[in-house]
């Protein structure tokens, strides 16, 4: 059987790819029962992988045999991404380099594809994994419902969710620490000596958001301040509605509160350059906090404090948990929440008197 391909060996031993690639490199992460099963079929048909074959030795790095094809998929058409538009690229910018990254340390392609979600969407993620041979897909999974991660589940190929947390279905999942993260925000903001703390609250819930509220809500209560309702305030999709909101809630600039909490980055910017338009000066007037640490935070003027999220190590976890479903590891599904840091850069600053 000359043309023997990999893919061929997979099939007859029922098992992935990666798990016919793990036991021709003679890696861990499948069970000997697996890897007897594929070397006996490899035995019987007498394949022989490329790395044995008596070949030049200077074999172009390019040409080298890769381990498998990761599918990356995201939905265009989710609540989040319809309405936030430009501010969930942002974030989802450094999930895909991240992964990107992370895949091809570990010699594996890496294929994007956006798909919506409708009627069509497992039909159309099944026809991509057939014809591109794919081994495992990562979900991007932000505001999802978990159905559509189940129909993906369903199509039989190994899968992972990241940036969400789904407490409901059966998958491998990866997320930040949204609670502890806001929390920090919130008591480092009384340590500077606010006391009158508001919150940039978007108009679109996601999990994430929720976590975040209640967390920044939780370290105010326990250092004895509410967080006032007149001190909310809820932000639109554009920067128009944004500008709108602010306008109208500090046009008299009597009652400002000195500090903000934004639950993402993009709706911290966005309000800093609407207050610096209306000569309220940041951090002179009002301090500003976010949440993610995308690149252009810390080039604006003032350099945004935010909470860093470790996107690289969530990417790292999520292309491990997905390796490890490939080549057959556990069948326990494994929830990970990684933890965040406060980045603390010029757009806070501490009260001259403690309030």
């Known amino acids: 059987m000359s043309n023997l391909k990999i893919k061929d060996i997979a099939k007859m031993a029922g098992v992935s790819t990666t798990a016919v690639s793990f036991a021709l490199n003679n890696k861990e992460g499948i069970s000997e029962e697996t890897r007897k099963k594929i070397l006996d079929i490899v035995n019987d048909c007498g394949y022989m992988p490329r790395t044995l074959m008596k070949c030049n030795t200077t074999e172009d790095s390019d040409t080298r045999r ?31 380099n991240s992964i990107e990254k992370c895949a091809n340390d570990k010699q594996y392609d890496l294929l994007f594809k956006s798909i919506n979600m409708n009627e069509e969407f497992q039909s159309e993620v099944r026809e991509v994994v057939e014809n591109h041979n794919v081994d495992g897909i990562i979900i991007a999974s932000t505001a999802i419902p978990s159905r559509y991660i189940q129909q993906v589940q369903a199509i039989g190929v190994p899968a992972v969710a990241i940036d969400a947390y789904y407490t409901d279905i059966d998958v491998d999942c990866i997320v930040m620490d949204n609670y502890p993260g806001a929390y920090k925000a919130g008591e480092y903001l009384y340590g500077l000596g606010h006391r009158k703390i508001g919150y940039l609250q978007s108009l679109l819930r996601i999990n994430n958001f929720d976590e975040r509220q209640s967390g920044f809500e939780a370290a105010l209560a326990d250092c004895g301040i509410p967080l006032e309702k007149k001190y909310m305030y809820q932000i639109g999709p554009s920067m128009d509605e944004c500008e709108a909101v602010l306008r109208e809630a500090l046009f008299d600039k009597r009652d400002l509160p000195t500090a903000l909490f934004a639950e993402s980055d993009y709706l911290a910017l966005g309000a800093m350059q609407i207050l610096q338009k209306m000569g309220i000066d940041v951090p002179g007037d009002i ?48 929830k990970t929440r990684i933890g965040v840091e406060l980045v603390t850069r010029d757009s806070c600053r501490a009260l001259d008197e403690r309030i």
């Open 66 to 96: 890769r381990a498998g094809l990761i599918l990356l998929l995201s939905c265009p058409n989710s609540p989040f991404t319809i309405v936030e538009g430009r501010r969930v690229g942002l974030a989802f910018y450094e999930i895909i």
């Open 287 to 334: 301090s500003i906090i976010g949440f993610d640490n995308i690149p252009i935070t810390s080039i604006v003027t003032p350099a945004l404090t935010t909470v860093g999220v470790p996107w690289q190590d969530m990417a790292d976890m999520a292309v491990d948990a997905l390796i490890r479903r490939m080549g057959g590891g556990k069948k326990m599904s494994i």
